[in-house]
DNA sequence: GTGTGAGCCGGAAACGTTTACAGCGCACTG
DNA sequence: CAGTGCGCTGTAAACGTTTCCGGCTCACAC
């Protein structure tokens, strides 16, 4: 140190007011010395780490990267770095996340289970920290603590995608959906009902096949679809899932777009890069990203505020995969 | 507190000997109030945080999200969590975030670097924290400062490519690269160069085009080669790339595998999902993270260690795009 | 010449841990 | 019974900042 008391050099360093002279020896000292406020000794006096947290059952997903991006790009726009969770769906593991962020460690979390159980409703009511959930929370949250929501609307996207297969003249719609049992699983299948129903189609539960959220799963589930079924158009939980059926389709020598139209979901890059480019409701997940980081950060900089849900409205992108109207003009 | 004093508590937290009597006095006061240590303080004190982080130029290209699920794991198995930063490939960023490692805020890095600038060099030498470096370093570097390293080997990436293309009977190989003065690039061209030489085959000008590593980029660069020349292969130099090459061949006419064999480089999640299934050099981007990760890990336990410098074989996946055993079966 | 306020400065507390050190009691040994 | 050592405990320092508070100097106004 330099000739000046340590509060004096803290001063200079946060530009809160110095004398020329101070300013100039601390500045030369700091300089010649190469000195570096260290971030944890910061972050233990002020309360604050600068740091969000992002959790998601896999990293890899397309969907999970779509959001992961927009909440890096908005977290770094606000100074925050962002740390990434894997939780591969665990549950206990998520659980044992929330609980630690009682540590302290970061400033926020974004959280997208992709099952919500009592045991998560419990341990996001005992959080210290502000967390913003991505996927939707049962109506009747406690409203002692204010958690912020953002959703997907799956019912009403997959009311677009048959909508638009029916104005196709498609009739006997599969659905390849992924497991029952998650947040997204249970939507889908819900609206894939009701909007066979609001279409006036029977449903048909030979049309229906269970899958994972992945590619192998989709594919193996559509053949099985095409074994026992004739489908002329399906639609699924997921653009993965979907790829795999259009591997499934193309391998089973249907034309594609044309003898069975196809939908996929959450409007992925891989839509767009698949061949036919595939058909696809957009959830929104990279808005979805961007709108979760913005509540976590209007937040911390108002704790008391009302806990907010936001809905993104779905959008269907049509391609070649269901594009009824380029296969009439080329058939 | 409940009757024992502050050195105690922390004690018996830490597991490191105290009577049963205490022992249950800290822990009954502990549970009843809710405790939990603040790992920000806990930080502070230890001099480690806990965490890496990973810099890539974009979060979401597929090569980087393999990487970062790669080091995201072992990372987690450690027991250090991940913080990720998209650097957008610019030097000035890439080198204030080197610096700002000074303050500590993480325990080590992995960077990526698209490009490898004299002022990275630099910032290199004098960071205070562990680094590894995914790319190819300079040979002459300083050896005062151990910075590891892990390397894919392009060059002879390209090599099996070329090799399985002209041992297909494909003569005429067009090349769609990614920018030249990056550090993958500039390796490509050389192993393509190299490895046209070395089948006997002659340099034409007209088969390469450049483009940026991207889907649209590389889509546009194949419709131009196309408009030119008559390649009876395109080897592309991602995957991105490859699936804009696909793309341009299938609206060009062309029957690919056949016609025009295509090969990508990365063997990405894309490679097996597009259709017909892409054959792609693998140059094992989970790979490079995983040693990455470790080799990081293995720093922060022996900082002394010597600087050591892996690079990951390439090899190639052969599928339909490429298969011309198939193609001769089944003309 | 005295009082007042502004501007700047240094001392010290605070953030929440871990750990070196010294002291204490106790059992065991000779 | 004295000596030795071990196990446990509390005190206090340390990690590296920021900020509160009181004191000093100086200019200015009355």
């Given at each position: 140190m330099a000739g000046v008391s340590i509060a004096s050099a803290s001063r200079v360093l946060n530009g809160h007011g110095a004398s020329v002279e101070t300013e100039r020896r601390v500045r030369e000292a700091a300089a010649s010395v190469g000195y570096v406020p260290n971030a944890v000794a910061r972050s233990l006096q002020a309360q604050r780490t600068d740091m969000l947290a992002l959790a998601v059952?896999?990293?890899?997903?397309p969907v999970y990267v779509a959001m992961m991006r927009a909440i890096e790009e908005v977290a770094a726009g606000a100074g925050y770095r962002l740390q990434v969770h894997?939780?591969?769906?665990?549950v206990a593991g998520e659980v044992e996340l929330l609980d630690g962020l009682a540590r302290r460690y970061v400033d926020g979390l974004v959280i997208s289970p992709i099952r919500i159980t009592d045991a998560h409703l419990a341990a996001l009511a005992r959080v210290p920290t502000p967390v913003v959930v991505v996927g939707s929370l049962p109506d009747?949250?406690?409203?002692t603590k204010p958690i912020d929501n953002v959703r997907a609307d799956s019912h009403t996207g997959v009311g677009l995608a048959i909508d638009h297969l029916v104005a196709g003249g498609r009739r006997r719609i599969g659905f390849v959906n992924g497991?029952?049992?998650?947040v997204p699983g249970a939507a889908r299948q819900a609206g894939y009902l009701d909007a066979l129903d609001a279409a006036g189609l029977p449903f048909d539960p030979e049309l229906v096949e269970p899958a994972d959220f992945h590619y192998a799963a989709g594919r193996a589930a559509t053949r099985r679809l095409l074994d026992r079924a004739e489908p002329d158009a399906i639609l699924c939980a997921n653009d993965l899932i979907a790829v795999g059926a259009l591997h499934a389709l193309l391998a089973a020598g249907k034309r594609v777009g044309e003898e069975v139209a196809l939908v996929g979901m959450d409007d992925t890059d891989l839509a767009e890069m698949s061949f036919p480019q595939l058909s696809s409701v957009s959830l929104g997940s990279a808005e979805r990203g961007r709108l979760a980081a913005e509540l976590l950060l209007a937040r911390l900089a108002e704790p008391g505020r009302p806990a907010q849900r936001v809905t993104v409205a779905p959008t269907l992108v049509v391609r070649a995969s269901s594009d009824t109207a380029a296969k009439q003009e080329n058939p």
């Open positions: 059952e896999d990293i890899g997903n894997a939780t591969g769906a665990d009747d949250m406690p409203t497991p029952l049992d998650t």
